[in-house]
């Protein structure tokens, strides 16, 4: 197995090293060219074209992420579904939602209802209350704002508060604040305030965006898959095939979200007890099964000798070979979502908006 994937990754590096000069002719060298070809492929009514193009453009080069066609597409198909092109989107009924995500995560913290509804009399700088200025708030930043003033104004907010703020993502590209957080860094630009607010930027917004989408190596045949991950974190459509192989092998039906392991538990989860009753089969005991498990979050799992001795057990009992990436079967929860989306709904939505961008570029 391991003498296979190392011929078909030689194989590999000669056939990129054939496309080297096609990939170099496709991508622009200058700044100025890269800039005009994202204006063209904008959809045409994306009010201040060249704005976006200056901040996508500043994204890619600070990454070091190349400007190919398939990589700008996915960029903009991204941003097209979470936003349409908005920096900081409207959201019908917003206030209503924030109130009631307040609620729901004071509930879980065991804080007292009637404690959160007089935080919220409490008069915030502007004369109004903070329970009116949520039921005003129309998009996501001026949301968090109020909310930031708000566990900043009323006594012990910080204490009692702090982890009730209901916007967890936010931008053009509905990015993840955790993630900005995390890797805010290597931002490039001065933070006006913190990295949560840089988010609600433009600039921000697409730098965390692409970083979320594009800033990992993948094996993924498809950039599907890629938007996949973008719903359901790195590596999720990876993971999910695993998963699938291993239920395959072990016949222990397993949800395909991703979650090789459970974040931050000590004990095993649904992926890892089914990994371990094939223990005497893949010739590994259980802390080498948690341990190479661990690695599911890079691309060095794949490598792994429990990735391939599961996915051989899985395809001699299946007969034939198995696909390497799968879409994750996760239902989509958020306080804004009101119908039943799936992470796989999310990825073939994306990827039809790239496809129409891959023909704008090939003038189709």
């Known amino acids: 197995m391991r003498s296979n994937r190392f011929i078909m990754g030689i194989a590999m590096l000669l056939m990129l090293a054939g496309c080297g000069s096609q990939r170099t002719q496709e991508s622009p060298a200058r700044p100025a060219e890269v800039k005009a070809k994202i204006v063209r492929l904008l959809p045409a009514k994306t009010v201040d074209r060249e704005g976006w193009a200056t901040d996508i453009y500043a994204a890619f080069a600070a990454q070091g992420i190349a400007p190919t066609t398939e990589n700008l597409c996915s960029v903009l198909a991204v941003a097209e579904q979470e936003s349409t092109f908005q920096v900081d989107p409207v959201v019908p009924g917003l206030g209503k939602i924030a109130r009631d995500e307040i609620d729901r995560r004071a509930a879980a913290a065991h804080v007292p209802a009637l404690l959160v509804s007089a935080a919220l009399q409490v008069r915030s700088p502007n004369g109004k209350s903070y329970s009116d200025r949520l039921s005003a708030a129309r998009t996501e930043k001026e949301l968090s704002a109020i909310f930031d003033d708000f566990i900043g104004m009323v006594p012990m907010g910080r204490s009692l508060f702090g982890n009730f703020n209901p916007v967890h993502t936010g931008g053009p590209m509905q990015v993840s604040i955790d993630f900005a957080q995390s890797q805010a860094r290597a931002y490039p630009y001065p933070v006006e305030g913190s990295i949560r607010h840089e988010v609600f930027s433009r600039r921000g917004g697409m730098y965390f965006g692409i970083a979320h989408l ?104 299946e007969g034939k070979p198995l696909p390497r990436a799968v879409l994750p079967g996760i239902l989509l929860q958020s306080p804004k979502i009101t119908r039943k989306l799936t992470t796989a709904w999310y990825a073939k939505r994306v990827d039809e908006r790239h496809q129409r961008c891959m023909a704008r570029a090939s003038g189709r």
């Open 214 to 317: 594009l800033g990992y190596p993948v094996s993924y045949s498809k950039p599907l898959y890629r938007f996949a991950d973008f719903n359901a974190g790195w590596y999720a459509s990876r993971n999910a095939a695993f998963q699938s192989a291993v239920s395959r092998a072990s016949g222990i039906p397993l949800e395909l979200d991703g979650d090789l392991i459970r974040p931050g538990a000590i004990m095993p989860g649904a992926t890892e007890l089914a990994v371990r009753t094939l223990g005497k089969q893949l010739d590994m005991r259980n802390p080498t099964i948690r341990s190479q498990l661990e690695q599911g979050k890079s691309l060095e799992f794949e490598d792994s000798t429990l990735y391939e001795r599961v996915f051989a057990l899985a395809e001699k009992a």
